[in-house]
């Protein structure tokens, strides 16, 4: 006899067990040779040793089906934990990155976002610099989130300068997470669309998921983490040395930024600037350069930025 204990990693493990356990005596009918002991988030199995693996290889697709639609229901219940075999979940989710809330499938929608993510299996830090509606936060966010529910990391760190046009955290109302939270709801947001709130609240409150500004990173080591820093063009030269110089052992990091809006004082060299140059070359680092055909958001805004980038050639 073995034995095998799994650990759900949903928001309410209810929607997986169905209303008065529905969906979880209909798996218990499915695996008559196995005994399943369910406490709250915990699912322990004992039996067969391959009668387990089978278990766990069909509640990973029927988790899967859960995280594309957003429910369950006896039908697909039956038919995921049922047959060894099955169709529901293969159709059209080979470059899917994450299924976000409500069965949203995000994936690398334009070439350069692709090669964010194809670059990510190959390379430990990952420079991604295009304008505005690019999606280089958004495919960097969905990298790591996904790695995060694949157990590639244990933790996901999301930083930016606390640096905007005209702005100065002191005029700002609040105290200091109320001052930092404007700088950093493009990251909240993101992660909004892709984990289910209950799920993202319990991450931010056990720290598994660390959005934070720039200053918080030094002395640190990220380890087994993914790092994101993003509107980096606003980090100097030694803000961004002082992120890179973060990573640990089985960490990934990916830089976004937008070249074309600096908001540092004129003195001040734009640290994504220097590291194009400095970086170049290094094995493990690789640059991915979007630009207008990337843009997802309004098509004006490939119009808007063709018309300034013309104006900066004039």
Do not use: C, W
């Amino acid at each position: 006899m073995s034995e095998s204990i799994l650990q759900l990693d949903i928001g309410s493990p209810l929607e997986i067990y169905g209303p008065a356990d529905k969906y979880l005596n209909e798996i218990k009918e499915l695996f008559p040779k196995l005994k399943i002991i369910v406490r709250g988030e915990m699912i322990k199995l004992i039996g067969e040793e391959a009668e387990i693996r089978l278990f766990e290889k069909r509640f990973d697709l029927l988790l899967i089906y859960f995280d594309k639609f957003g429910k369950l229901n006896e039908d697909a219940v039956r038919q995921i934990m049922g047959e060894e075999e099955n169709t529901v979940t293969k159709t059209g989710g080979g470059d899917v990155l994450v299924y976000g809330r409500h069965g949203k499938l995000i994936r690398a929608l334009t070439p350069n976002q692709k090669k964010m993510v194809e670059s990510s299996a190959d390379h430990d830090l990952i420079l991604a610099i295009g304008p505005a509606g690019t999606g280089k936060t958004y495919t960097a966010v969905a990298l790591a989130v996904r790695a995060l529910k694949n157990k590639e990391v244990k933790k996901i760190v999301l930083t930016r300068p606390a640096i905007e046009a005209g702005e100065s955290l002191g005029f700002l109302p609040g105290d200091m997470k109320e001052k930092l939270d404007p700088y950093l709801q493009p990251l909240y947001d993101a992660l909004r669309d892709m984990l289910p709130t209950q799920k993202f609240l319990s991450y931010l409150e056990d720290e598994t998921i660390e959005v934070a500004p720039l200053a918080f990173m030094r002395g640190r080591t990220l380890s087994n983490a993914f790092a994101i820093l993003d509107e980096a063009q606003n980090a100097s030269t030694s803000q961004l040395k002082m992120f890179l110089t973060r990573m640990g052992k089985s960490s990934k990091f990916i830089v976004t930024g937008d070249v074309t809006q600096i908001d540092l004082p004129r003195k001040k060299q734009s640290g994504l600037l220097q590291a194009q140059e400095i970086l170049k070359g290094i094995k493990g680092v690789d640059f991915i350069y979007l630009d207008g055909r990337d843009v997802v958001r309004h098509r004006l805004v490939t119009r808007i930025i063709e018309a300034y980038n013309k104006l900066d050639e004039e």
